[in-house]
């Protein structure tokens, strides 16, 4: 019961967060130079045309104005349509969805299932090869360009190799490829984040007593010491995963995966308000929800945390 | 714990290799068997409007979808040249003011509906009246039903290259029943034409699929289907062709068609296009450029040559004058012309004012031009001119160049009006007219007469107008055209009559697989 | 493997550990020799870094890897030679037959495990024939039995106070009824009033399951209160040991005992400064060569500095000191 008022209280909290992103966003936004309407009709249009689709977009009343019929807009679940295309803010976001998530999630999952062992290891057998090798890894991943990766993984696996499709979303194994190139930063940090979750956590006392106590090394990593390790690493995961969701650009763009994050940056290029504003807000409500998942998922690993803090 | 590190590598290996093997798909695409056939051309530019009449008008990537969803009139071939469509043939009065067209008899609209001479009308009154109506159906006075198969369309001045405007992505004919029946709105969720291709489903972002209609006027398309996907990424629009996955690329870059070079499977083909790439000097606003001996070192001081190497590995034709010699009304003799000469250059720019002004050539970003604008840079530093380049991007483009911000721009003009006439766009003095608002070039009052009396007369009479206004533009130096644009195309050697068109569209009509 | 019951349940012999870190090496213990008979409670002094841990760690054979190594010496549990059995032996040996609790309660728990599934874990080691109700059961009687109410085993540790802790630790180290019990300073970090309720409650397990204690403290008074033997350690080595009446009689005493006896305050003395020991302990990166005491004592000859002293022995009383014995000047 306890938990649903929580969630229930974080989920609101969102709000005035929204709010405020929102507003200054559309400050920014109205502030730059551009006219839509005359972006639209092409300057062939004669001046009543423009300032016809003006009145007609609402772009003649004061901001605050407009900013205010956005929101009330938004409060009916009615995001407007994109001023390039005319499609739908909600309709597109919602096509565009399930693809994001799904590379988003198959970019995490296999960056946590290699990274948290191989930091776990490299912890566990401290100044050993392995550690130097998985720190090395670690720069590696986190210096090599994404757009560079893409392209080498495309002309490798689909071109000289052609394991792979290089484009689109059709099936699982479209994923493959842009899961490998967007999980490699997430594979760095998650091998980073355990590693120095669990130095810490091995030099902790309970460790030693359950040495003491008869448990073998690995019995004493495997039983105490690993999932106390966990919570600076679930809290990365959940970063990492929201990052994928509307930052995923590049991976998005060289794979030609209709995502988020290429429709974010293709508004904000063409100043279409309506798209950036309603992604800005849909996007920061799934973070929003993915902290609020992260901090549960704490809580019940860490019987310490208290949610009402 | 240790045991998940090789579990994982073990899972990625299966879903590699147990998943059947990368079948491009090109070979079901062919439709050997029995299949239907079908084809997928990649292209960055998204087309969103697939009807033309309605408030928002339309732009030029839409002219991918409408040049194959609907007719025009007349067409645009590839080469730039005006061939019958619709009208089977037409005359001119005497006064150039009054087009009488002959329509074909037999055409069905996509929903079966025979095609007449009330859709044209509704098609013209329409498109006139909207956003791109001054634009394209220029001096448009009405359009008058004479039978069902025959129309005249009135001018309020004589226009030269009206035609091309009937050829225009504006000129595609909507069927009047059906808009009454749908709307705007309606129109533009399903729309109708007589074109090769009816119009299934576009997902935004992703991908438009085009369906061969049965019953088109010209006979049945080879192809069933075709295919347009959205793919932003230019290498990935390359990488995708060599893998199979797409069978054409719409206007890829002409160094990376020249990779390709030597290989069997892939053939690409290129034209001129009808766009011009110029350079432009602001003479407003108290900037250098209303220097005219400054205007002069520039004219004289760029290597033309140089750039279109930079820009197309030397594939671009260098220009003269501010038009495509593919447009209507080229003047082909009496053209005076500068050449490259840097020492005269030099000379111009030690009899004029300046004195280290910076000077700022604004660019759209990624795109030739932008490289034009380096190269083009950096001669002129080698001159003593302090040049710069702005490149941004599309929207702060648009904006600087309506406000007149900047000391020189380059544009890449694609016209859908290939007439000389275009020229005229940066001298027009009609009050309020969107691109000279900001900017005024100081004898347009001089040049733009002249460019409005060549486009009232008809084929050779033009010739002295633009010969006229052409060499004034030249003295006074207010540009430097600088090399012809060129459209691409990449595609796999197993399908045939794909060719490059000028305006960057494509008949998909004449595509067929070996 | 049959043990021999007949000796010393621990018999410790000229044992030298060493830690090598980067910048130096320290020689922690020195020759240490000790016994233990069974059921014995030894209490363990020394000042701080005088090796008392290491000598526990030593037993157990948990010293920091890479880092501390047992140079020489020999341990003997129950006849067996510890330093030559396998890790696996030593697996069954910790927490079953001997076990360990260390100084600081609060970090010694894990904290995301409830007290009952850490007592648990202790029976799932070492009695794996069990059923899962009868350990729970175990687990409920050894809450009960140092004072903690059953139902609190599905409570987390940060849910105790630190004598609570503390309590938890001890159950989880007799749960498994060991012979011998390593406690590192076990009420060290507990204010006194719950120290002598630990120490109590320790006493009566003892007195319930028979087994050794080696009280590991810097605190003399515990020791005179809890323990039947003494053992005083300075500089890696055992300079005295023997009952706790022989050693605080003080008749007859090492020098260094004699400080540490000097330092305690007296309620009826008049003094009004204690007499602390002088100098600092001798620098643990070099080996001594004779006494490790002489620097500091305040009866040194010349024979300290260069001779190691012999153990001077006499109705179980030992003393390491040149002033005792058969070389007395």
């Known amino acids: 019961m306890y938990l649903v008022k929580y969630t229930i209280k974080r989920l609101l909290m969102l709000i005035p967060v929204i709010l405020g992103v929102t507003l200054i966003l559309y400050f920014v936004l109205e502030l730059s130079p551009s006219n839509p309407a005359l972006q639209i009709l092409g300057a062939d249009a004669s001046a009543e045309q423009i300032a016809a689709l003006e009145h007609e977009m609402g772009l003649d009343q004061p901001i605050i104005v407009q900013y205010v019929r956005y929101i009330l807009g938004v409060l009916r679940l009615d995001f407007g349509s994109s001023w390039v295309s005319g499609y739908d803010v909600l309709d597109t976001f919602m096509l565009r969805l399930p693809d994001t998530l799904m590379l988003a999630f198959t970019a995490t999952l296999w960056a946590v299932a290699l990274g948290i062992p191989i930091g776990i290891y490299a912890a566990v057998k401290q100044y050993g090869v392995f550690d130097y090798g998985s720190m090395v890894l670690t720069m590696l991943l986190f210096s090599m360009p994404s757009f560079w990766l893409a392209i080498l993984c495309q002309i490798l696996f689909c071109l000289v190799l052609h394991w792979l499709p290089a484009t689109g979303v059709g099936s699982l194994r479209h994923f493959i490829l842009p899961a490998l190139v967007l999980g490699a930063n997430t594979l760095a940090s998650m091998i980073r984040m355990s590693r120095t979750s669990m130095l810490d956590v091995l030099r902790q006392d309970y460790i030693r007593t359950a040495r003491a106590k008869g448990a073998s090394k690995a019995a004493a990593i495997v039983h105490h010491a690993v999932g106390n390790s966990l919570v600076p690493v679930i809290t990365q995961i959940g970063i990492s995963f929201a990052g994928c969701i509307g930052g995923a650009v590049v991976t998005e763009s060289i794979f030609t995966i209709p995502g988020l994050g290429s429709m974010l940056i293709n508004a904000v290029k063409a100043r279409d308000v309506p798209v950036v504003m309603g992604t800005v807000i849909l996007v920061a409500i799934i973070v929003g929800v993915i902290n609020l998942v992260v901090d549960l998922v704490c809580a019940k690993v860490d019987p310490r945390i208290d949610l009402a803090a | 714990m240790r045991i998940y590190k090789p579990a994982a590598l073990l899972l990625l290996a299966a879903l590699l290799f147990s998943l059947p093997g990368c079948a491009s798909g090109q070979e079901a695409r062919k439709g050997a068997d029995g299949g239907g056939s079908s084809v997928i051309l990649a292209t960055s530019g998204e087309p969103y409007r697939f009807y033309a009449l309605s408030e928002e008008g339309c732009a030029g990537d839409d002219n991918l979808v409408l040049s194959n969803v609907y007719d025009c009139l007349t067409f645009l071939e590839a080469d730039g040249s005006i061939s019958p469509g619709l009208a089977e043939r037409w005359e001119l009065s005497e006064d150039g003011l009054c087009y009488t067209f002959h329509l074909r008899q037999g055409v069905k609209f996509h929903n079966g509906a025979e095609f007449t001479a009330r859709d044209v009308k509704f098609t013209f009154d329409k498109g006139a009246a909207g956003p791109l109506g001054s634009g394209l159906f220029v001096n448009f006075k009405s359009c008058e039903i004479v039978d069902d198969y025959t129309v005249n369309i009135y001018l309020t001045a004589p226009y030269a290259g009206f035609l091309y405007g009937v050829a225009s992505r504006l000129g595609g004919i909507c069927s009047l029943d059906y808009y009454n029946e749908v709307g705007d709105e309606g129109y533009l969720e399903a729309p109708i034409g007589t074109g090769p291709y009816r119009f299934v489903e576009a997902v935004g972002g992703e991908k438009i699929v085009l369906e061969a209609f049965e019953d088109y006027w010209r006979g049945e398309p080879a192809i069933d289907t075709v295919i347009i996907a959205i793919v932003p990424n230019v290498s990935t629009q390359m990488i995708g062709l060599e893998n199979g996955d797409y069978d054409a690329v719409r206007n890829p870059p002409i160094d990376a068609c020249t990779h390709l070079e030597g290989r069997e499977d892939i053939c690409w083909d290129y034209a001129d296009s009808t766009g011009r790439i110029t350079l432009y000097l602001a003479t407003w606003g108290g900037r250098v450029g209303e220097d005219i001996n400054f205007r002069r070192a520039v004219q004289c001081g760029i290597n033309k040559e140089e750039v279109t190497a930079g820009t197309s590995s030397g594939f671009a034709t260098i220009l003269d004058i501010d038009m495509c010699p593919m447009y209507g009304g080229y003047p082909t003799e009496g053209i005076v012309t500068v050449d490259y000469d840097p020492q005269q250059a030099l000379d111009y720019l030690a009899a004029s004012d300046y004195s280290g002004e910076s000077f700022e050539i604004l660019v759209k970003s990624g795109t030739g031009e932008e490289m034009a604008a380096k190269i083009i840079q950096s001669q002129l530093i080698e001159l003593g001119i302090n040049a710069t380049v702005t490149a941004v991007d599309n929207t702060t483009y648009t904006q600087l160049q309506y406000s007149g911000n900047f000391d020189a721009i380059i544009r890449e003009q694609l016209s859908s009006m290939v007439d000389a006439d275009g020229a005229s766009t940066y001298f027009n003095t009609t009050p309020g007219y969107a691109y000279t608002k900001n900017c005024k070039y100081p004898l347009a009052d001089v040049i733009y007469p002249l460019f409005v009396k060549g486009r009232e007369v008809q084929g050779e009479e033009r010739t002295p107008y633009y010969v006229e206004a052409c060499n004034l533009i030249t003295q006074e130096a207010y540009l430097v055209p600088l090399y012809n644009g060129l459209i691409a195309v990449a595609y796999s050697s197993q399908l045939q009559g794909v060719e490059a068109h000028c305006l960057g569209s494509y008949n998909f009509y004449h595509w067929s697989w070996k | ?329």
């Open chain 3, 1 to 329: 493997m049959e043990m021999d019951r007949s000796g010393a349940l621990l018999e410790v012999e000229g044992l030298h550990v060493r830690y090598k870190t980067k910048s130096a090496e320290v020689y922690a213990l020195n020759g240490l020799d000790l016994r233990v008979e069974r059921g014995e409670k030894l209490g363990l002094v020394g000042e701080t870094g005088a090796g008392k841990t290491t000598l526990a760690l030593s037993i157990l054979r948990l010293l920091p890897e890479r880092v501390g190594e047992i140079t020489a010496g020999s341990i003997r549990y129950e006849g067996e030679q510890l330093l030559e059995q396998s890790e696996a032996y030593m697996l069954g040996l910790r927490g079953r037959r001997i076990s360990m609790i260390f100084q600081d309660p609060m970090t010694s728990l894990n904290p995301i495990k409830t007290v009952g599934e850490q007592i648990l874990e202790v029976l799932d080691l070492h009695f794996p024939g069990l059923s899962k109700a009868e350990k729970l059961g175990r687990v409920a009687r050894m809450l009960e039995t140092v004072g903690i109410p059953a139902s609190r085993g599905g409570d987390f540790p940060y849910q105790f106070s630190g004598g609570m802790k503390q309590r938890i630790v001890i159950a989880m180290a007799l749960i498994g009824e060991p012979e011998l019990l390593l406690a590192d300073e076990p009420t060290t970090a507990l204010d006194v009033t719950i120290q002598a309720q630990i120490l109590e409650m320790m006493s009566r397990l003892r007195e319930e399951y028979g087994t050794a204690v080696i009280l590991i403290t810097h605190d003399l008074g515990v020791v005179a209160e809890f323990c039947d033997r003494v053992a005083v350690v300075y500089g890696g080595r055992i300079v005295e040991q023997g009952s706790v009446e022989q050693v605080f009689a003080r008749g007859m005493n090492h020098p260094y005992t004699e400080g540490l006896l000097g330092c305690i305050p007296e309620l009826d003395s008049r003094a009004e400064r204690l007499t602390p020991i002088p100098g600092q302990m001798a620098d643990p990166t070099v080996q001594p060569k004779g006494c490790s005491f002489a620097e500091r004592c305040g009866r040194c000859m010349e024979i300290c500095r260069t001779r190691q002293p012999e153990p001077f022995e006499s109705e179980g009383h030992s003393i390491m000191c040149h002033l005792y014995g058969p070389g007395e000047v």
